[in-house]
């Protein structure tokens, strides 16, 4: 039984792609720090992927595997913080070939545009590198919103 249909995405960064990132109010950046933020954030990426649209997997077996890997660069891991209480709010891991490989938003920030503020972050990360363009993958039945998301930032779908 195979699983369902990986849709791939991706953002041209031109000029109009580059621009600030407009967060919600209560939430703040922090940038990512494996000790502090590592764990919260692979718990995180759980709970959004628990129901569909990613894999759950344990810290103990995300972690060495994200850290070891060539394309891995902590200053592509963009982390925003509930101001409220100190969790994070949302994340998102990129890799150096300016591919999005998990992005999650905490249940009580979905749908206030901080889904859109972390692709931002990603956007212009890439911008300063000189990438042509954006990647990401996502599981066509996604429950999270995440097609209508990606459209509505600029995103669009195309072949592999």
Same mark, same amino acid.
């Given at each position: 039984m195979s699983g369902p249909e990986p849709i791939r995405f991706r953002k041209v960064l031109d000029r109009s792609a580059v621009s600030p990132p407009v967060l919600p109010d209560g939430v703040r950046c922090e940038d990512f720090t494996p000790a502090r933020h590592a764990f919260k954030a692979r718990r995180l990426l759980n709970d959004a992927y628990r129901n569909g649209g990613g894999a759950v997997r344990s810290y103990e077996e995300w972690w060495p595997e994200l850290h070891d890997d060539s394309e891995y660069d902590?200053?592509?891991?963009?982390?925003?913080?509930?101001?409220?209480?100190?969790?994070?709010?949302?994340?998102?891991?990129?890799?150096?070939s300016a591919f999005v490989k998990d992005i999650a938003v905490a249940h009580r920030w979905? &749908? /206030?545009?901080?889904?859109?503020? $972390?692709?931002?972050?990603?956007? *212009?990360?890439?911008?300063? &590198? /000189?990438?042509?363009?954006?990647? $990401?993958?996502?599981?066509?039945? *996604?429950?999270?919103?995440?097609?209508?998301?990606?459209?509505?930032?600029?995103?669009?779908?195309?072949?592999?």
């Amino acid at each position: 039984m195979s699983g369902p249909e990986p849709i791939r995405f991706r953002k041209v960064l031109d000029r109009s792609a580059v621009s600030p990132p407009v967060l919600p109010d209560g939430v703040r950046c922090e940038d990512f720090t494996p000790a502090r933020h590592a764990f919260k954030a692979r718990r995180l990426l759980n709970d959004a992927y628990r129901n569909g649209g990613g894999a759950v997997r344990s810290y103990e077996e995300w972690w060495p595997e994200l850290h070891d890997d060539s394309e891995y660069d902590p200053a592509l891991c963009f982390v925003v913080m509930d101001a409220s209480d100190g969790e994070i709010a949302g994340f998102a891991q990129c890799w150096t070939s300016a591919f999005v490989k998990d992005i999650a938003v905490a249940h009580r920030w979905r &749908r /206030k545009g901080l889904g859109a503020a $972390l692709m931002q972050m990603a956007f *212009n990360a890439f911008a300063e &590198r /000189k990438a042509p363009f954006v990647d $990401l993958k996502v599981e066509s039945t *996604n429950p999270h919103g995440a097609l209508h998301l990606y459209r509505s930032i600029g995103m669009n779908r195309v072949a592999g």
